[in-house]
């Protein structure tokens, strides 16, 4: 545990509708500025409205959602564009995450009218493509005219544009090929490196999260039922769900 | 190749899909390879090789416009049958009874406003004949026999009442009913969480072993695919670009693109931990992986 | 999970590409040459509207070349103004739906949900209202006018898009590009006008059209019952009622009005489909 602020905290967070039993439920967990987290579980764990809470898009029904040490309000509008230029989203489907009908100059660029960031736009978008390994013609062209791969890349350049501190990445791999996964996994492991941006990633991959995350936990049903180092938890799971989870994932057999 | 009988169950010979109209596109360009009985084969490819065609081919159910080309022979108890060529009547009777399949989403091959044991009782009052309670217990049995607890709930219930591995467990029971020869499964786990996807692809491969059927399995997923397929057929871009067996491919692919997406899915694998050092022992897992101690 | 692909594998998306459309070129001459007409009814027509020196009934001839009709009035002249007023209609109602059905059907879809319950119901009544019964309540209120036809008409197209609007409006704003603008710090009136507007308006183009048709012979009909604008507004409606007593003795009087409705009314509807088939191929007619 260190003593910096953490980045993003979720404190016993709870979300649920009427009387049901609750999507989420005592959910804690926080990530530190530069860190990474990554976060397993498969459908209906919760992932995904976690994931909405921790991007303020929702209130949960309890607990708080801490960014930089505050609470996460939706209305505080200043508060809200501090945050937003310091966290972004990345998403699975790389064919629903870029507008079709818009360039992907300005899509890419939206953060930067959105959260008033001044500055040379287009510049801007040339150095986001140009760090995701894609050309500066692409800015003019439409998201159909790329692969799923190179649309993944121009998403995480469009979530690169306010220079945010941690990405909060959703699937950020599974909808594409196999050999261009690397390419993405790379990426990601360079801009951490690089720009000492943190991940917060949500996956039921292991391999991705393994890839990317020091530290993993484990959501089932809606709770949190392992934590810890990722080499830890993945050699020495503690929980039955995280060995089953372990020990369902193909493998190659070795040669 | 002659007109002569077939050695093996399915042959394809220089088989292709194309669509016609004012743009003509050919987008399978020849698939060579036969199944013997018993066989396993696995087709991997990603998106765009045109596996899913070439199953779909296999089974006479290409949407239109597209159309194949080429042969896909089979050989059933009355003579041997070219998928391509044969009119949808005659091939009513190769499907299920012959060559049956399983696709990626149940929620889409299965009928939604049909309760489970109707849709059973289709193919088994159709292909094995049985009536009345004779075939109330076919339905049930075969329900067991997927593994689904409960089966006279399950057979009461709608698609959408049970779960996706649930399902996916119906879809196989359903292309089981008319014991076929081969069975087509096309990314059956793909859609399914990768707990519910262990048990199914371990339900396949014993139906399979237990009945002496051949299997054509598609996925772009090497791991999945090394662990149930004997010998491995490689798809790029609607080509067929290497054909071998499955340790030979891992070991030492020849083609580049082979060796390619065998070192990408290599890189993949090599991110978790050392196989032996975790995972229950009651787990299934890929062949070859030791159990945890 | 990953996104969920059905059992065919879709071929490679095609170069979006010109496409040549026969719906479209037929389409457009037929709009096209009545449009002209109507316009350059505005500046020059062979006779005055109301000039009966012609003598009533005659057959078509040099001077008259549509004839004329029982009170003597040039045939041709009027027939030009009814093209004017048949475009008027279509323009000023397909207007009048898309704003009013646009706006609402936005609302509908970006508004709590009861706002959104309220406003389907509002639609679900206003559709099935007929068109024409609406369009009669109107005139009766307001007297009979091209205005009162025109707002009747356009109101009773905006159900419909708006309906349109807003279901597409929701499935649009259930995609995850709408999701990532929100978290790029876009409001919802920045979403809309970003996003929603741009991705939901190629939907609209094709119903937009043919309310253009139907606009035209709803206004036909209205001056067929007498509900319609009164002279100098020559509705070929109106042309058609007049001319039912005498069809027998001036045939041409009734048959060309009847013939250029159906001409416009059909070129519109082959102008939609072939902007549609221009559009987005991949929703091609049957040809």
């Not at chain 3, 009669?136 to 036809?149: F, K, P, Q």
Request: net charge neutral; aromatic share 4%.
């Amino acid at each position: 545990m260190t003593d910096v602020t953490p980045l993003l905290t979720a404190e016993n967070v709870g979300f649920g509708y009427g009387r049901s039993r609750p999507v989420l439920a005592d959910v804690s967990l926080a990530v530190a500025p530069g860190a990474s987290l990554g976060l397993v579980g498969e459908s209906g764990a919760g992932k995904t409205t976690l994931l909405r809470l921790l991007l303020g898009l929702e209130a949960p029904t309890a607990g708080v959602v801490r960014f930089d040490g505050g609470r996460l309000d939706v209305r505080d509008r200043r508060a809200m564009r501090r945050f937003r230029r310091a966290v972004q989203p990345v998403y699975q489907d790389p064919f629903s995450s870029l507008d079709p009908r818009m360039t992907v100059g300005r899509s890419i660029a939206e953060p930067l009218r959105s959260l008033q960031i001044e500055g040379d736009h287009r510049a801007r978008v040339a150095e986001l493509l140009a760090a995701v390994g894609l050309s500066a013609e692409a800015a003019d062209r439409y998201p159909d005219a790329f692969s799923g791969g190179q649309r993944q890349r121009i998403a995480i350049a469009r979530a690169l544009a306010p220079r945010p501190r941690l990405l909060l990445a959703d699937e950020p791999v599974s909808a594409l090929d196999t050999s261009v996964r690397m390419t993405v996994i790379e990426l990601l492991q360079r801009l951490a490196r690089e720009q000492g941006i943190g991940f917060l990633l949500v996956s039921h991959d292991l391999t991705i999260v393994s890839a990317l995350c020091e530290r993993m936990a484990v959501l089932e049903s809606g709770r949190i039922v392992e934590e810890g180092p990722t080499g830890s938890v993945l050699t020495a799971p503690a929980h039955p769900y995280t060995r089953r989870l372990i020990a369902s994932v193909p493998r190659l057999p070795a040669v | 190749m002659t007109a002569a009988a077939m050695t093996g169950l399915l042959e394809l010979a220089a088989l292709s899909v194309r669509v016609g109209g004012p743009e003509p596109r050919t987008l399978v360009h020849g698939v060579d390879v036969s199944l013997a009985p018993g066989e396993r084969l696995g087709i991997i490819g990603e998106s765009g090789s045109g596996k899913s065609l070439t199953a779909l081919a296999v089974l006479g159910l290409l949407p239109y416009p597209l159309v194949a080309g080429g042969s896909a022979r089979i050989a059933t108890p009355d003579g041997v049958v070219d998928v391509v060529g044969t009119p949808a009547r005659r091939l009513d009777r190769v499907r299920g009874a012959i060559v049956s399949a399983v696709f990626q989403e149940p929620l889409a091959s299965l009928d939604p406003l049909m309760r489970i044991g109707r849709q059973l009782e289709w193919p088994l009052r159709r292909h094995r004949g049985l009536r009345g309670d004779e075939l109330r217990r076919a339905v049930l049995d075969a329900l067991a026999e997927v593994q689904l607890a409960e089966p006279e709930r399950i057979a009461r219930s709608y698609i959408h009442e049970i779960s996706g591995g649930q399902r996916q467990r119906v879809a196989i029971a359903l292309a089981l009913a008319a014991d076929p020869q081969l069975l087509i499964a096309d990314e059956p786990t793909t859609a399914l969480d990768v707990t519910v996807q262990a048990g199914i692809i371990e339900l396949l491969q014993r139906e399979v072993t237990d009945r002496g059927m051949s299997l054509l399995f598609i996925s772009h997923d090497l791991p999945v695919l090394a662990g149930i397929a004997d010998r491995v057929l490689v798809m790029k871009d609607g080509r067929q670009v290497e054909l071998g067996a499955t340790a030979q491919i891992l070991r030492a692919p020849a083609d580049p693109y082979t060796a390619q997406l065998v070192a990408a899915s290599r890189r993949l694998d090599e991110f978790l931990p050392v196989q032996g050092g975790a995972g229950a022992p009651d787990a299934a897992g890929a062949p070859g992986e030791e159990a945890g101690a | 999970m990953t996104a969920v692909t059905l059992p065919v594998t879709t071929p490679p998306p095609a170069r979006p590409r010109r496409r040549r459309s026969v719906n479209l070129a037929v389409g457009a001459v037929l709009f096209g040459v009545i449009a002209v007409v109507g316009i350059v009814s505005v500046f020059w027509t062979p006779f005055a509207f109301d000039d009966t020196e012609g003598g009533r009934l005659q057959p078509p001839s040099a001077e008259h070349w549509a004839g004329t009709d029982r009170l003597g009035r040039d045939l041709f002249t009027q027939l030009m103004i009814g093209a004017r007023l048949a475009l008027a209609v279509g323009f000023g109602s397909v207007s009048i739906a898309a704003v009013v059905g646009i706006s609402l059907g936005l609302l509908a879809a970006v508004a709590r949900r009861w706002v959104d319950d309220a406003v389907s119901s509002l639609l679900d009544i206003a559709i099935a209202f007929p068109t024409l019964l609406l369009a009669m309540l109107i005139v009766a209120w307001r007297g009979a006018s091209l205005e009162s036809a025109i707002l009747a008409i356009g109101l009773a197209g905006a159900a419909v898009i708006a309906r349109l609007t807003r279901v597409t409006a929701t499935r649009v704003l259930a995609q995850d590009f709408v999701t990532a603008s929100r978290t790029s710090g876009t409001g919802t009136v920045g979403v809309i006008r970003q996003h929603v507007l741009r991705n939901v308006w190629p939907t609209l183009i094709v119903p937009l059209a043919l309310q253009f048709g139907g606009a035209v012979g709803a206004e036909a009909s209205l001056s067929y019952l007498g509900l319609g604008s009164p002279p100098p507004n020559a509705s070929w409606g109106r042309m058609l009622q007049e001319a039912q007593s005498t069809v027998l003795v001036a045939p041409t009087a009734a048959v060309l009005p009847g013939i250029l409705l159906v001409a416009l009314i059909i070129g519109v509807n082959l102008l939609a489909d072939g902007l549609r088939d221009v559009a987005d191929p991949t929703s091609r007619s049957i040809r």
